[in-house]
C-alpha cells in the first residue's frame, strides 16, 4: 500500500488546520496549547514551539562560539556524566 496515495480527509484535522490559519499559527502549536490547557504546567515543558526554537537556537549559537575554545565547564561535566 503506499500511503502517499491515500486521501482520508480527517474532519477534526481540517478544522484543526483551518483555525490554525484564522489564528495565524500552526495546527502543531494549537495542539501544544491544548495539553498545555489539559495537563496545566509542566516544568520543563515550554508555552509555544516559537519560544523553543528560540531557545534552541540560542543554545546551539552558545555552543557554537564555545567550540572555538574547548568546551564550557557546565557543558563538559555534563558530556562527561553522560559517558559514564
Not at 14 to 36: C, H, S, Y
Not at 60 to 69: A, I, P, S, V
Request: charged share 25%; aromatic share 4%; with cysteine.
Amino acid at each position: 500500500m503506499n500511503l502517499s496515495t491515500l486521501s482520508c480527509r480527517n474532519p477534526s484535522a481540517d478544522a484543526l488546520r483551518a483555525k490554525a490559519a484564522e489564528l495565524n499559527t500552526t495546527a502543531t502549536d494549537l495542539v501544544i496549547q491544548g495539553l498545555n490547557h489539559v495537563l496545566g504546567d509542566i516544568p520543563g515543558v515550554s508555552g509555544s514551539v516559537e519560544i523553543r526554537l528560540y531557545e534552541l537556537e540560542e543554545e546551539f549559537w552558545r555552543l557554537k562560539q564555545n567550540t572555538t575554545g574547548g568546551a564550557n565547564p557546565e557543558h563538559e561535566s555534563r558530556l562527561t556524566a553522560c559517558l559514564k
